[in-house]
């Protein structure tokens, strides 16, 4: 009984999942992020242990970043879903309620499949640098990604909460992540800001030697620049141990949100699709933490009350609200037997190992 109440939605969904295997599949497409940053490998992740099982044929397409992904989301055919950071959708709803008419024609028939993980904002300067904390980058030149990026959008949303002002454009670089490692050790920059989850293939792949003329700034939770950040962005750590080749301690920093979005199809065979890939994301959540990037680890199954303007996709909510419910009554269901006084064990019992 107990196996019966812990495996029942997951079998359910399985079936639906496996009846799919000899259908054709649907090709869609998700985007992204950078080649070597974690969007990207989220999206693989995706595209291995819940499209596929699903009867997706999900194709990872690599991007410069959130805002780009907006646009793409909403623009682009077969593009179904997106990862997109939490502040720049906010402000595509901002600009949006402020009236311009483009932000509100692209944002608002986007929805929301489920929150992600926290990325961590990483504001690195030369090794030999005199620059401690966040609150020291006003006035120098930065690199706060390419045009269309999510770390564009997080870099100058994050300059102007600290120091109430846009950074001088004379100041500002728009470089990927790569070239903005490379003007930096060069000496072109003092500063690159990049938002990427950790543990990211980007610091990893770097060559030994470059990597030890770089190193991260930290962010002073006693400063007035660290609270007014804070109205944005939530305090997290680097940790060593995702860089153990450069990081002799963890280093605290700041954090923004990524989400899985979609569009509010209302098409049947779309529908079906996504509410196919939902019942799949909910077979394989276990295998996405397992097999996944470390990220996965982070993530919950579940689905919190949305800030004013957002708003989840209505048939995948509906089936993931579904999943979550019956974990929970798996797990109190689990958590009750286990309080049990065991009764005598039967001999069926004791042959299929139930109990001992």
Same mark, same amino acid.
């Given at each position: 009984m107990l196996k019966r109440l812990l495996t029942?939605?997951?079998?359910?969904?399985? +079936?639906? *999942?496996?009846?799919?295997?000899?259908?054709?599949?649907?090709?869609?497409?998700?985007?992204?992020? !950078?080649?070597?940053? /974690?969007?990207?490998?989220?999206?693989?992740?995706? #595209?291995?242990? *819940?499209?596929?099982?699903?009867?997706?044929?999900?194709? *990872?397409?690599? #991007?410069?970043?959130?805002?780009e992904n907006v646009q793409r989301m909403r623009f682009e055919a077969g593009v179904k879903l997106a990862l997109v950071q939490s502040d720049v959708y906010q402000a595509y709803i901002d600009m949006a309620n402020a009236g311009n008419a483009d932000a509100g024609t692209t944002i608002? !028939?986007?929805?929301?499949? +489920? !929150?992600?993980?926290?990325?961590?904002?990483?504001? *690195?300067?030369?090794?030999?640098? !005199?620059?401690? /904390?966040?609150?020291?980058?006003?006035?120098?030149?930065? #690199?706060?990604?390419?045009?269309?990026?999510? /770390?564009?959008? /997080?870099?100058t949303t994050l300059y102007h909460l600290m120091f109430g002002q846009t950074i001088p454009e004379q100041n500002i670089q728009h470089l990927s992540n790569e070239d903005a490692l490379a003007a930096l050790i060069v000496k072109k920059v003092d500063v690159a800001i990049i938002v990427v989850g950790q543990p990211a293939k980007l610091f990893n792949d770097m060559n030994p030697e470059l990597l030890q003329q770089i190193r991260l700034l930290k962010v002073d939770p006693a400063a007035p620049e660290t609270t007014r950040a804070k109205q944005t962005y939530f305090p997290t750590t680097i940790r060593a141990a995702s860089y153990p080749n450069w990081l002799k301690e963890d280093v605290p920093t700041l954090t923004v949100k990524a989400f899985l979005v979609t569009y509010d199809y209302g098409l049947r065979d779309t529908v079906g699709n996504l509410n196919h890939f939902a019942d799949s994301l909910c077979a394989n959540f276990g295998n996405l933490q397992e097999h996944g990037h470390p990220k996965w680890k982070q993530v919950k199954l579940e689905l919190p009350p949305l800030v004013r303007g957002w708003k989840y996709y209505p048939p995948v909510e509906k089936h993931l609200r579904a999943c979550i419910a019956n974990h929970g009554a798996a797990l109190s269901a689990t958590a009750a037997q286990a309080a049990k006084p065991r009764a005598t064990c039967t001999d069926q019992e004791r042959l299929l190992l139930l109990c001992k």
């Amino acid at each position: 009984m107990l196996k019966r109440l812990l495996t029942g939605w997951l079998g359910l969904a399985l +079936m639906v *999942v496996v009846s799919l295997a000899g259908a054709e599949p649907a090709h869609y497409k998700i985007v992204t992020g !950078p080649e070597r940053g /974690t969007y990207i490998q989220i999206g693989q992740d995706l #595209s291995k242990w *819940v499209a596929q099982p699903a009867g997706i044929d999900l194709d *990872v397409v690599a #991007s410069k970043g959130s805002a780009e992904n907006v646009q793409r989301m909403r623009f682009e055919a077969g593009v179904k879903l997106a990862l997109v950071q939490s502040d720049v959708y906010q402000a595509y709803i901002d600009m949006a309620n402020a009236g311009n008419a483009d932000a509100g024609t692209t944002i608002r !028939p986007l929805r929301l499949i +489920m !929150p992600l993980y926290d990325e961590e904002i990483n504001v *690195v300067v030369r090794a030999d640098s !005199p620059l401690k /904390t966040f609150a020291d980058i006003k006035d120098k030149s930065i #690199s706060v990604g390419l045009f269309g990026s999510g /770390t564009a959008q /997080t870099a100058t949303t994050l300059y102007h909460l600290m120091f109430g002002q846009t950074i001088p454009e004379q100041n500002i670089q728009h470089l990927s992540n790569e070239d903005a490692l490379a003007a930096l050790i060069v000496k072109k920059v003092d500063v690159a800001i990049i938002v990427v989850g950790q543990p990211a293939k980007l610091f990893n792949d770097m060559n030994p030697e470059l990597l030890q003329q770089i190193r991260l700034l930290k962010v002073d939770p006693a400063a007035p620049e660290t609270t007014r950040a804070k109205q944005t962005y939530f305090p997290t750590t680097i940790r060593a141990a995702s860089y153990p080749n450069w990081l002799k301690e963890d280093v605290p920093t700041l954090t923004v949100k990524a989400f899985l979005v979609t569009y509010d199809y209302g098409l049947r065979d779309t529908v079906g699709n996504l509410n196919h890939f939902a019942d799949s994301l909910c077979a394989n959540f276990g295998n996405l933490q397992e097999h996944g990037h470390p990220k996965w680890k982070q993530v919950k199954l579940e689905l919190p009350p949305l800030v004013r303007g957002w708003k989840y996709y209505p048939p995948v909510e509906k089936h993931l609200r579904a999943c979550i419910a019956n974990h929970g009554a798996a797990l109190s269901a689990t958590a009750a037997q286990a309080a049990k006084p065991r009764a005598t064990c039967t001999d069926q019992e004791r042959l299929l190992l139930l109990c001992k």
